[in-house]
Every structure is written in C-alpha cells, then in structure tokens.
C-alpha cells in the first residue's frame, strides 16, 4: 500500500503540472480539463477514507497555491470592480466533499464496477465546479447563474467523463505494478476436513 500511495502522491503532482498546460476549450464555453480534480476523483474512490482526506488536503493546497501565484495583477483602469477570489484554503474543503461523494461509491467500485464512478467523476465534477462558482459569487455579493456558466460546468463534467476512464486505466496500471489490490476479488472459501 505504501508504495502504491506514493505513486498516487507522484501522480497528483504530475497533474499539477499537465494543469498548466491544458488550456480552455473556447468552443465549448471556455470548459477546461479539470485534470487535477480528475485525478483526485478517481483516486479518492481507490483508497481508505483517511488517505483519500490526506490527498484532498494535498490537492486543494495545490490548487490554491497555483491560482495565487497564477493569478495576475489587473489594470484598474480597464477592471473597475475586480472580481474577488476565494480565500486561501476553501478549495481543501471542496476537494473534501467531492472526494467524500465519490467514496460513498467506493463499495460499487471495489466490486469492480469502476464504469459507474467515471460516470459519477463527471457529476461530481459539475457539482464542484457549481459550488465554486456560487461560492465565488457569495464573495462578490450577487447570485447569477448564467446559461453560459451551466454550460461551461456541463462541458467540463463531459471532459471528466472522457478523460476519466484512462487515469482509472493507470490506477489499476499502478496497483498491478506495485502488488497492490484496489478491487474486491472473490476469496474461495476454507475447507475444513
């Protein structure tokens, strides 16, 4: 289990990295590969409960870190009222709760049925996004849910359910390669003679 987790770490810091390069789908309402929350998703329904809280809380420090230093400086002169981001640390509690849904499923998938949480990855994928944008909107002082914003978050759940099966494909790559069983076989059953 050690090693198997320490390449799950390695695997979050690497979509870390690929985030900075997926860039928006303009076509498609500016939708993104979320491949962060991607990853995460379908690693939190993968491990324990405690690990999976660890790498929410590893996850959201990462995605917070990269907006703050991502975020550039805007001319007052063209913004006149800056839209206000959320504080620093809100994003470890919304990978908590989305990584909290997607273990509530965790039963499914450890029978096997790894199909049913790339399709839950996308709904939990709209949820996140919803939820940030709310929550964004709180900060500003108004609510207006736009038909573009449940588009853009509808597209980006699309993009999770694609994307979805090939890192559940290199979960299970990576639990073969380190001994490490993620799903539930069928023990046969002791003989007493």
């Known amino acids: 289990m050690f090693r198997y987790s320490i390449s799950l770490l390695l695997l979050l810091l690497l979509a870390v990295i690929a985030q900075q390069f997926l860039p928006s789908l303009s076509d498609l309402y500016n939708a993104r590969v979320f491949i962060l929350l991607i990853v995460f998703l379908c ?10 809280f660890l790498y929410a809380l590893m996850c959201g420090f990462f995605w917070d870190a990269q907006c703050t230093v991502g975020s550039p400086e805007v001319d007052t002169s063209i913004y006149q009222n800056p ?5 620093f640390g809100s994003s470890i509690l919304l990978f908590g709760f989305a990584g909290l849904l997607m273990h509530g499923f965790r ?14 990855t996308g709904i939990t994928t709209f949820l996140y996004s919803i939820t ?30 694609i994307v979805s099966p090939f890192v ?15 799903v539930e076989t069928k023990r046969q059953p002791r003989r007493f003679s």
């Open 43 to 52: 690693i939190a329904v993968s491990v324990p409960l405690p690990v999976m």
């Open 83 to 87: 839209v206000p981001s959320l504080r």
């Open 107 to 120: 039963p499914l998938f450890l029978q096997g049925k790894w199909y049913l949480s790339a399709l839950l």
């Open 132 to 161: 940030e944008y709310a929550a964004i909107d709180f900060v500003r002082g108004s609510f207006t849910m736009s038909r573009g914003v449940l588009c853009q978050s509808g597209y980006t759940a699309l993009c999770s359910i």
């Open 168 to 182: 559940f494909w290199l979960l299970f790559y990576l639990a073969r390669l380190f001994d490490h069983s993620i």
